[in-house]
């Protein structure tokens, strides 16, 4: 349970790789799984199965592409990255993917509660928000911020998010 709820983890400092005590990566996959929502459009055969599919894919192709960059923008000149170093990365960014799960469990189970894909949309994408909003304000707590710092960065988030809901409202996705 630890590794699926990003803020429960215990910050580990020192060395490339560490994870960061800001959550970034949680923050950050929300907000991609937001975008993502927000983007897509339920004109497939299997719509839902294609969003959920869509969420988890693009969360893994970005997860990855950020433990390459973090791995080639900490190593040092003429020295090779080792395994360990590679785990390690990929523990501390695996928040990217995970941001994605909860959206996609909504997108899921939306059938069993009956809602049609305009519903499942929005609240999809509203749980992406709610969780960035989250994630910045428990992440800025547990990186002994003050609840004033956590409030700011938990209302610039959600600001973020509302740009990419008036963007979905103002397509007509």
């Known amino acids: 349970m630890r590794y699926l709820v990003p803020w429960l983890r215990k910050p580990r400092h020192g060395g490339p790789g560490s994870p960061r005590t800001d959550y970034a990566g949680a923050v950050y996959g929300s907000l991609l799984a937001a975008s993502v929502i927000a983007a897509s459009?339920?004109?497939?055969?299997f719509p839902r199965f294609e969003t959920v599919v869509l969420l988890l894919v693009t969360g893994l192709v970005f997860w990855v592409a950020h433990v390459y960059a973090r791995l080639a923008g900490e190593r040092s000149v003429?020295?090779?990255?080792?395994?360990?170093?590679?785990?390690?990365?990929?523990?501390?960014?695996?928040?990217i993917v995970e941001a994605a799960v909860l959206p996609a469990a909504v997108v899921a189970l939306s059938p069993l509660v009956r809602l049609s894909?305009?519903?499942?949309?929005?609240?999809?994408?509203?749980?992406?928000?709610?969780?960035?909003?989250?994630?910045?304000y428990l992440g800025a707590l547990h990186a002994s911020g003050s609840r004033r710092e956590a409030v700011i960065e938990a209302a610039v988030n959600?600001?973020?998010?509302?740009?990419?809901?008036?963007?979905?409202?103002?397509?007509?996705?």
């Open 41 to 45: 459009s339920a004109g497939g055969k």
């Open 78 to 95: 003429g020295r090779l990255v080792q395994w360990s170093e590679v785990r390690l990365v990929g523990r501390s960014e695996w928040s």
């Open 117 to 136: 894909l305009t519903a499942t949309g929005w609240l999809a994408l509203m749980v992406a928000v709610a969780q960035q909003v989250s994630w910045a």
């Open 158 to 173: 959600l600001v973020l998010g509302l740009v990419i809901v008036a963007a979905k409202a103002a397509l007509g996705h």
